[in-house]
Each structure stands twice: as C-alpha cells, then as structure tokens.
C-alpha cells in the first residue's frame, strides 16, 4: 500500500485577509477598530491619548500608547496572531488577530508609522500588493522607515487612505466610538 501525503488544513493567505476585512465595511468600524487597538496597548497604570482625525479625505487615529517594535509590528501582521498583551493576562478587546485587515474592508491603502523605546518604524500596505499574491502564500508590507533612532515618544498613527466608499461619514464615526468607549473596560 502506497503512503498516501497527509491532507492539512491550510489557507490562501490574501483571500483570508480580505474575507476578513469583508466585516469592517463601515468606517465607524473601522476607526473603532484601531482606538481600540490604542487603548488595548496603553502601559500599566498609563493614561493613553488618542486623536481620531476624519478630515480632508483620508482618516488618521493616532496615539501615545506603547508602539510597537520591528517584532511586534511583524506580529501585528500575523494573521490570526495571539493577542500578545492578552497572553500577559491583560484584559483586551481583540480576539482573532483581524483588525489588520480593518482599513481594506473602507480603503486601498493603510499606513503604520510606530516609535518604540527611541525606533521609527513606518509600513505600508497597499490593496494592489493583497490583490497581486495570487498563489496564496504570505505577501509583504513595504518598509518606509526601519528601525530609525528617534527622540519621538512612544505611540502609534495609523493612517487609512484611498477610500473605496463614498463620503466619511464623520458624525456616525464619532457617534460609534463614543458609544463603545463607554462599554470599554478602560476607558474613562
């Protein structure tokens, strides 16, 4: 008898991430997405600022919290990663690794630019690179800025651009998000 190859589960990695991104297909959802992400990776014992900028076209949420490190932002991008301050045994809101995927449920282009214990880090990744990994295996995000000494405090901006949907709804946004911080265990 002929040893047959075992069957595995596996996944078309750029059709994972857009099926994923399918749920974020509004922007309240999406800017939601990524507050909660800032308030998720505050300090202990830290206040975290973020600023959610919804005008001239493209959005932008921005924060002081942790950052992320070349390893963590690489981990950010795991599809379906373990929630890193949740294994920590921090109480946070993301599950299942998706919220990556957020900005291309409303947008093109998503942009990370994250300092962290004095490094600048800055990917971006474009829907053409998602739509172009056709044999299903990981594709990459581009490096604009890496590991680059910095005097820039600890945080995140987040930078969503080339909008597939038409107007941002601003007060709906705003509406939403207040509405959910007052439910987030943090949030004051």
């Given at each position: 008898?002929?040893?047959?190859?075992p069957?595995?589960?596996?996944?078309?990695?750029?059709?994972?991430?857009?099926?994923?991104?399918?749920?974020f297909?509004?922007?309240?959802?999406?800017?939601?997405e990524y507050?909660?992400?800032?308030?998720?990776?505050?300090?202990r014992g830290?206040?975290?600022?973020?600023?959610?900028?919804?005008?001239?076209?493209?959005?932008?949420?921005?924060?002081?919290?942790?950052?992320?490190?070349?390893?963590?932002?690489?981990?950010?991008?795991?599809?379906h990663?373990?929630?890193?301050?949740r294994?920590?045994?921090k109480?946070?809101?993301?599950?299942f690794?998706t919220?990556?995927?957020?900005a291309?449920?409303?947008?093109?282009?998503?942009?990370?630019?994250?300092?962290?214990?004095?490094k600048?880090?800055?990917?971006?990744?474009?829907?053409?690179?998602i739509?172009?990994?056709?044999?299903?295996?990981a594709?990459?995000?581009?490096?604009?800025?890496v590991?680059?000494?910095?005097?820039?405090t600890?945080?995140?901006?987040?930078?969503i651009?080339?909008?597939?949907?038409?107007?941002?709804?601003?007060e709906?946004?705003?509406?939403?998000?207040?509405r959910?911080l007052?439910?987030?265990p943090?949030a004051?």
């Amino acid at each position: 008898m002929t040893q047959a190859k075992p069957i595995t589960v596996t996944s078309h990695v750029a059709r994972d991430f857009l099926q994923n991104a399918a749920f974020f297909n509004t922007l309240p959802k999406v800017v939601w997405e990524y507050v909660s992400n800032s308030l998720d990776n505050a300090a202990r014992g830290q206040t975290v600022n973020v600023a959610v900028d919804l005008y001239g076209g493209d959005v932008t949420i921005s924060d002081d919290a942790t950052g992320m490190s070349r390893t963590e932002l690489n981990n950010f991008f795991k599809m379906h990663g373990v929630n890193v301050q949740r294994k920590r045994g921090k109480r946070v809101r993301g599950r299942f690794g998706t919220g990556k995927c957020a900005a291309f449920g409303v947008a093109k282009k998503l942009e990370i630019d994250t300092t962290k214990a004095g490094k600048r880090n800055v990917v971006a990744l474009h829907r053409s690179d998602i739509d172009a990994a056709e044999s299903g295996d990981a594709f990459p995000v581009q490096d604009v800025v890496v590991d680059e000494k910095t005097d820039q405090t600890n945080g995140t901006i987040v930078s969503i651009t080339e909008f597939i949907i038409k107007g941002l709804d601003v007060e709906a946004s705003s509406n939403y998000v207040a509405r959910h911080l007052k439910r987030y265990p943090h949030a004051t």
